[in-house]
């Protein structure tokens, strides 16, 4: 899908100038990946405050996929434990290296280096060197994962948290933290 001033999505008469610029640049970075398509149209008029958008009856509802999104300084090392270990499987990748997505039983994960993304979204960049977030992976099988997980990292050895459940954070080969976990059984 080819991404422009005309797309209907961005075109919209109700955005202000500020979400319209922001939409065309992200209208703008997307097109280089085949198949994306960008969200429904903002839920508010420019002029309404960003809080009293947040709490506004919504006239429609927003079917959500939220897909975590990686940096690191390589992926091959990442993604020889996502797709090695884990089992996830590459659906994509950038023609020029960098970024890729993979996925696994209706997961999805998004890999991409600081380098990669210099290029296609230089604003992004301080983010992506100082962001501190933690995914956290709900697994059917504590005990298999511990395996795969070994010769990893241990940022918080296992536990059982007091949410009741059992649970390990490793950093993956890019540093990012994982947490994985399972209910504890009552």
């Not at 610029?21 to 969200?39: E, I």
């Not at 958008?53 to 897909?67: D, F, H, W």
């Not at 007091?162 to 994982?178: A, H, S």
Request: glycine share 6%.
């Amino acid at each position: 899908m080819q991404f422009s001033a005309s797309c209907p999505t961005v075109a919209r008469t109700s955005y202000s100038r500020a979400a319209r610029k922001t939409d065309l640049q992200v209208a703008g970075t997307m097109s280089r990946y085949a198949d994306f398509q960008l969200p429904p149209g903002r839920p508010h008029a420019g002029n309404v405050s960003f809080f009293h958008s947040l709490i506004a009856p919504r006239r429609y509802s927003v079917a959500m996929k939220i897909t975590p999104l990686l940096y690191m300084d390589a992926i091959e090392p990442s993604l020889e434990f996502w797709a090695g270990k884990l089992g996830f499987e590459k659906t994509a990748e950038a023609p020029e290296g960098g970024f890729v997505i993979l996925q696994k039983d209706g997961a999805e994960l998004m890999l991409q280096t600081r380098e990669s993304l210099a290029k296609d979204i230089p604003q992004m960049l301080d983010y992506a060197r100082s962001s501190s977030g933690l995914l956290f992976i709900e697994v059917d099988d504590f005990n298999a994962m511990l395996k795969h997980v070994e010769g990893l990292k241990v940022v918080l050895p296992e536990r059982t948290a007091v949410y009741g459940m059992r649970e390990i954070i490793v950093l993956e080969p890019g540093g990012n933290p994982v947490c994985f976990a399972t209910p504890v059984a009552k």
